[in-house]
């Protein structure tokens, strides 16, 4: 495993990162993915190289040569590559009389997969983003105009298709920011309605994995394509609002929303529930009762408010020298059925030392996946670390078990990582 990254003049950087193993199974037998920052993923190898050029205030090019290993299939379907995989973005400029921004985006990209099947893709994005502008009432307004032209061809052993196809789509975003003060706190209240149309019939998403947020409710491209749009009539509704103390520091927030189309589209992802003609209602909560403790809670809850299909709620404790997180997750119905508790932890002796602990537990099952105590010792140029690792559930061939693994990292230059002892 190699990760390299490099900064050169003119704000142009790179990054280079290289993963192989010659056992399928080793990254799952020493869950490296908690214990290595080049490991992300325990069953999938990805070795790229990375450009990005920033070649003017406006402009900037990037570009990927990637290859993907799939550890879990056997013979030569198992690779990927996908070469160039780029994206070009341009900042146009245009009279100050429109109003607005005018913005230009091309991005691209080729792939062999499954042995003898190939891919090219070439996406334009032409989009005008206006300027706000403010009503005698208060009431804040933009709008954002899209045309996206996307062209592919697929070739596979027993077909090749080639694919052109022209969208358009339109959002509309008012928001009425209010504000009331008190003698010790600051209260923000801000309704928001997005109204978005598209007259195009999108490409087939029903299957993709998407799940609505509070995040993303909003947002013009909120299916998470780059080569699609949101077909059809709907109209976003939400609330947002903000309590700070008189130092003006953050201690309460809630965010709602929820979306409404004129039909069903059963284009649209289904766990979205955009498909639908009324989302889950989904949102967010902070607080902050004490400067050592904060709370996070994200949420989905069907229309009619009697099931939650999605649970995300965190807290963090952080006093002098010991730091701990708490976070649950649960999915439930259309998004899932997953219900797990995890821990993070760790102590700062001293700047050098540190002890840190890890575990989940998979409440469905009432079964723990796995935990980690970590011993490290980390100066500017050296990080030693002793850790002892135990899964406690069967993946494939591997059994649970229990290991000592030891490495040095020198900074920036290279990490030693010796093989795990393991042990009953």
């Known amino acids: 495993f190699a990760k390299i990254k490099g900064k050169t003049i003119k704000g142009k950087n790179y990054n280079f990162q290289y993963q192989s193993v010659t056992n399928d199974e080793y990254l799952k037998l020493h869950n490296l993915s908690n214990s290595s920052e080049i490991i992300n993923n325990e069953s999938l190898l990805t070795s790229n190289f990375y450009?990005?050029?920033?070649?003017?205030?406006?402009?900037?090019?990037?570009?990927?040569?990637?290859?993907?290993?799939?550890?879990?299939?056997?013979?030569?379907?198992?690779?990927?590559?996908?070469?160039?995989?780029?994206?070009?973005?341009?900042?146009?400029?245009?009279?100050?009389?429109?109003?607005?921004?005018?913005?230009?985006?091309?991005?691209?990209?080729?792939?062999?997969?499954?042995?003898?099947?190939y891919q090219a893709v070439i996406t334009n994005d032409f989009l005008f983003n206006s300027n706000s502008f403010v009503t005698k009432k208060g009431l804040s307004n933009n709008y954002q105009i899209l045309i996206k032209h996307d062209n592919s061809f697929t070739s596979t052993a027993t077909d090749d298709e080639d694919t052109t196809d022209l969208y358009q789509s339109i959002?509309?975003?008012?928001?009425?920011?209010?504000?009331?003060?008190?003698?010790?706190?600051?209260?923000?209240?801000?309704?928001?309605?997005?109204?978005?149309?598209?007259?195009?019939?999108?490409?087939?998403?029903?299957?993709?994995?998407?799940?609505?947020?509070?995040?993303?409710?909003?947002?013009?491209?909120?299916?998470?394509?780059?080569?699609?749009?949101?077909?059809?009539?709907?109209?976003?509704?939400?609330?947002?609002?903000?309590?700070?103390?008189?130092?003006?520091?953050?201690?309460?927030?809630?965010?709602?929303?929820?979306?409404?189309?004129?039909?069903?589209?059963?284009?649209?992802?289904?766990?979205?529930?955009?498909?639908?003609?009324?989302?889950?209602?989904?949102?967010?909560?902070?607080?902050?009762?004490?400067?050592?403790?904060?709370?996070?809670?994200?949420?989905?809850?069907?229309?009619?408010?009697?099931?939650?299909?999605?649970?995300?709620?965190?807290?963090?404790?952080?006093?002098?020298?010991?730091?701990?997180?708490?976070?649950?997750?649960?999915?439930?119905?259309?998004?899932?059925?997953?219900?797990?508790?995890n821990n993070s932890t760790s102590l700062n002796f001293n700047k050098e030392n540190i002890l840190k602990f890890n575990t989940t537990k998979n409440l469905k099952t009432d079964f723990t996946e796995y935990y980690n105590l970590i011993y490290q010792y980390e100066t500017d140029c050296l990080i030693a670390s002793v850790e002892y690792q135990k899964k406690f559930y069967e993946d494939g061939t591997l059994l649970p078990d229990k290991s000592l693994l030891f490495y040095i990292k020198f900074i920036p230059f290279a990490e030693l990582r010796p093989e795990a002892t393991n042990f009953k």
């Open 171 to 341: 959002l509309l975003k008012s928001e009425l920011p209010l504000i009331k003060k008190t003698e010790n706190y600051y209260n923000y209240l801000k309704p928001i309605v997005a109204l978005k149309l598209s007259p195009n019939n999108s490409k087939d998403l029903s299957g993709n994995d998407l799940r609505l947020s509070y995040d993303n409710i909003f947002s013009f491209n909120r299916i998470g394509s780059s080569r699609n749009i949101e077909e059809g009539r709907s109209i976003s509704i939400g609330m947002e609002y903000k309590k700070n103390n008189k130092f003006n520091e953050n201690i309460f927030n809630l965010s709602l929303a929820n979306s409404i189309s004129d039909k069903k589209n059963n284009n649209l992802p289904s766990k979205s529930k955009l498909d639908q003609t009324r989302s889950d209602v989904v949102g967010k909560l902070f607080y902050k009762p004490l400067q050592i403790l904060d709370i996070n809670y994200n949420f989905s809850y069907d229309r009619d408010f009697k099931n939650s299909n999605y649970q995300s709620v965190s807290t963090n404790f952080n006093f002098k020298k010991l730091r701990t997180n708490f976070s649950y997750l649960s999915k439930d119905n259309e998004i899932g059925n997953i219900e797990t508790i």
């Open 51 to 117: 450009y990005n050029n920033n070649i003017d205030e406006h402009t900037t090019l990037s570009s990927d040569f990637l290859i993907y290993e799939d550890l879990s299939v056997r013979d030569s379907d198992r690779f990927r590559y996908v070469f160039p995989n780029f994206n070009f973005n341009k900042k146009i400029q245009i009279d100050k009389n429109y109003n607005g921004n005018f913005f230009f985006k091309s991005s691209g990209y080729q792939q062999q997969y499954n042995t003898n099947n």
